[in-house]
């Protein structure tokens, strides 16, 4: 009989987020299993549609907590809040397998009030969560989310003509030259031509990956309402017997219904996704380059990211409501979020200097663009009126700024809920400490990301920060300039496009 699983969090939303690994290891070592998380109902959004989470229930009471249990007959209790509330619920639902989260709460206070460290602050809250399941004998899943955790695959089928079809912007068409690669590698003796813009042709021509280059004239030969029709005739008399198509356009997919191509590949968030033959599932929650990768899942190709990288919040869809709010940075914009607020004063950088950041990512080709909840609308339009960053602040949704993550190259952050988000969605991660510290175990979790902190002996002031500077200098953020938070952001953009391992298309005719 494969274990039901009831999984307590009811903390805040960084806390509930961290949490996504322990579900890909719970599904790994039960691959039958059913897990249920029992989270507080403003952060339920965090947990929608993760792989290894069937079913997210809101926190209402203790009671309804203990009713659910005894209604469902869950076989495993896994309190990862460890808490007396928890511990109650625990103790009272008297589920044949418990395993709890130890929270190393007495060594974290002796760090804040003696600087005492011990073995347990060197874990991130991830690990700790992942000592509870060694209770159970449950070994640690990698915490990558990939293509193949919603069942994306298939088997290889020849394909001699190949046609991929890009006709978006530049940052976009560089991305899909390791598709390119992959195509060729699985798919040897055929050849690959790509359908891009005229501005973008040179990086296709001349790479080693590209046969022949066709240009979509969208503004001129192709356009208006017959447009695509031209195109799928010239196309048709090619003969193509694969699309693969990264642009997920209505119109991209039209034209190669209407080509006659018989298999078409595409993303199932494409407008024109009825039209494919393969729906591979799009993930806002990877990196552009690996989502490329992932249209070859249909063919046999792996197309997971890199072991050791760490993206694990499942994906949602894009809003029209987000898309609208996005629509002001213009297509094909570069976007670093930038979170200024945070629960505690003392974990806020200075709005003056979120606001000169703001400026000089808007000189190196960024569009900044603001998020937060209600509460830091003032704040945020501050920042904006003085740097003329996009404002976001208060206008989204938990949901829509898990979307809002996946069209992100960089996030900027206090340390807060949202920081963990952007680091679990694969975001890389400028992270500003002042009150609190790495020990606590809540800094940016997987490799690549930047913490920006003063060494001082009063840090940490408290386990969550402080309403006020206990010492009255705020030193922490003070010691902070925009020198050290914008080199760092460079710094991460710059590994970010040397991870990627794409170099320079010779270019040609």
């Given at each position: 009989m494969s274990p039901k699983i009831l999984v307590i969090r009811l903390s805040s939303l960084g806390d509930v987020v961290l949490t996504g690994p322990v579900y890909k290891?719970?599904?790994?070592?039960?691959?039958?299993?059913?897990?249920?998380?029992?989270?507080?109902?403003?952060?339920?959004?965090?947990?929608?549609?993760?792989?290894?989470?069937?079913?997210?229930?809101?926190?209402?009471?203790?009671?309804?907590?203990?009713?659910?249990?005894?209604?469902?007959?869950?076989t495993h209790l896994l309190d990862l809040h460890g808490n007396l509330r928890s511990f109650v619920i625990r103790t009272m639902a008297r589920v044949p397998n418990t395993a709890t989260y130890r929270k190393h709460a007495l060594g974290r206070r002796l760090f804040v009030?003696?600087?005492?460290?011990?073995?347990?602050?060197?874990?991130?809250?991830?690990?700790?969560?992942?000592?509870?399941?060694?209770?159970?004998?449950?070994?640690?899943?990698?915490?990558?989310?990939?293509?193949?955790?919603?069942?994306?695959?298939?088997?290889?089928?020849?394909?001699?003509?190949?046609?991929?079809?890009?006709?978006?912007?530049?940052?976009d068409s560089l991305l899909t030259l390791p598709l390119l690669r992959r195509l060729k590698e699985i798919l040897p003796g055929g050849t690959v031509t790509v359908l891009t813009l005229a501005g973008t042709a040179a990086i296709f021509r001349g790479t080693p990956w590209v046969d022949s280059?066709?240009?979509?004239?969208?503004?001129?030969?192709?356009?208006?309402?017959?447009?695509?029709?031209?195109?799928?005739?010239?196309?048709r008399a090619r003969a193509f017997d694969l699309a693969v198509i990264p642009h997920r356009s209505l119109r991209s997919a039209l034209i190669a219904?209407?080509?006659?191509?018989?298999?078409?590949?595409?993303?199932?968030?494409?407008?024109?996704?009825?039209?494919?033959?393969?729906?591979?599932?799009?993930?806002?929650?990877?990196?552009d380059l690996e989502r490329n990768l992932s249209l070859a899942l249909p063919l046999g190709a792996g197309a997971a990211p890199s072991a050791g990288e760490s993206r694990y919040v499942a994906p949602p869809k894009m809003t029209p409501k987000l898309?609208?709010?996005l629509?002001?940075?213009?297509?094909?914009?570069?976007?670093?979020?930038?979170?200024?607020?945070?629960?505690?004063?003392?974990k806020r950088w200075l709005p003056e200097r979120f606001a000169e950041l703001c400026v000089r990512l808007k000189a190196d080709g960024l569009t900044p663009v603001l998020v937060g909840g209600p509460d830091d609308k003032?704040?945020?339009?501050?920042?904006?009126?003085?740097?003329?960053?996009?404002?976001?602040?208060?206008?989204?949704?938990?949901?829509e700024l898990k979307a809002l993550m996946g069209r992100l190259s960089l996030f900027v952050t206090n340390d807060s809920g949202p920081m963990h988000l952007a680091a679990a969605a694969g975001v890389p991660v400028v992270a500003i400490f002042g009150a609190t510290t790495r020990e606590l175990g809540f800094f940016p979790y997987g490799p690549g990301h930047r913490v920006v902190e003063a060494p001082l002996a009063c840090r940490p002031c408290g386990l969550h920060g402080a309403r006020v500077c206990p010492e009255g200098h705020f030193l922490c953020m003070r010691l902070l300039t925009v020198d050290r938070v914008h080199e760092a952001c460079r710094d991460i953009l710059k590994a970010e496009v040397a991870a990627a391992g794409i170099q320079e298309p010779r270019s040609g005719s």
């Open positions: 290891s719970l599904k790994a070592h039960w691959p039958g299993c059913r897990v249920t998380v029992l989270v507080k109902p403003q952060f339920a959004a965090a947990l929608k549609g993760h792989p290894g989470v069937d079913e997210v229930v809101p926190f209402t009471g203790i009671m309804d907590a203990l009713r659910l249990i005894k209604a469902r007959g869950f009030a003696l600087r005492v460290s011990s073995p347990g602050l060197q874990l991130h809250t991830v690990d700790r969560y992942h000592e509870a399941l060694a209770t159970w004998g449950v070994p640690r899943a990698a915490s990558v989310l990939s293509s193949a955790d919603y069942g994306a695959a298939g088997a290889t089928r020849g394909a001699k003509k190949i046609l991929v079809m890009q006709s978006a912007f530049l940052g280059v066709m240009i979509d004239d969208k503004r001129g030969a192709h356009g208006g309402l017959t447009g695509p029709w031209r195109v799928a005739e010239e196309l219904k209407l080509a006659g191509i018989p298999r078409r590949i595409g993303f199932d968030s494409s407008a024109g996704s009825f039209l494919l033959t393969d729906a591979v599932p799009f993930s806002w929650l990877m990196h898309a609208g709010l629509s002001a940075a213009g297509d094909g914009a570069v976007l670093a979020g930038v979170h200024p607020g945070s629960a505690w004063a003392t003032a704040l945020g339009a501050r920042i904006a009126e003085d740097c003329g960053a996009l404002d976001l602040v208060g206008r989204t949704d938990l949901e």
